[in-house]
């Protein structure tokens, strides 16, 4: 069964920086493509990055280009969303997400981690 834990969530002052880390089990991390989605209160979740198996491919939401970067270690078998220049507009319960072959902005992906909640306030 894949598992994925996020972790790295917390409060942050706007401005300030925060990365997420997503752990994945259950199957061999290279395989799969991985995502980060997040929830703001009362809205729906909504896409943020993806990468694809190897790493070398990138798709960002207009929101995060150029404040955030998502990564992946295979040999760790972890995706991270380093997040820069915060804004308040940022909070959300932020998700990590995995697929065997859909790396795309819809929440068509197979396996679902429970969420860490970033808060950017001051």
């Known amino acids: 069964q894949v598992q994925l834990v996020e972790s790295g969530g917390g409060l942050v002052q706007p401005g300030g920086s925060l990365t997420l880390a997503c752990a994945v089990s259950?199957?061999?991390?290279?395989?799969?493509?991985m995502a980060w989605f997040r929830q703001a209160p009362g809205k729906e979740r909504a896409f943020v990055a993806a990468?694809?198996?190897?790493?070398?491919?990138?798709n960002y939401a207009g929101a995060a280009k150029g404040r955030f970067t998502i990564s992946r270690d295979n040999a760790k078998n972890t995706v991270y969303l380093q997040m820069n220049s915060l804004k308040p507009e940022d909070t959300a319960v932020y998700y990590c997400?995995?697929?065997?072959?859909?790396?795309?902005?819809?929440?068509?992906?197979?396996?679902w981690g429970q969420g860490t909640q970033v808060t950017v306030s001051s």
């Open positions: 997400a995995a697929s065997s072959n859909y790396w795309g902005p819809n929440d068509e992906y197979d396996y």
């Open positions: 259950g199957r061999t991390f290279s395989t799969l493509t």
């Open positions: 990468i694809a198996k190897s790493g070398l491919i990138r």
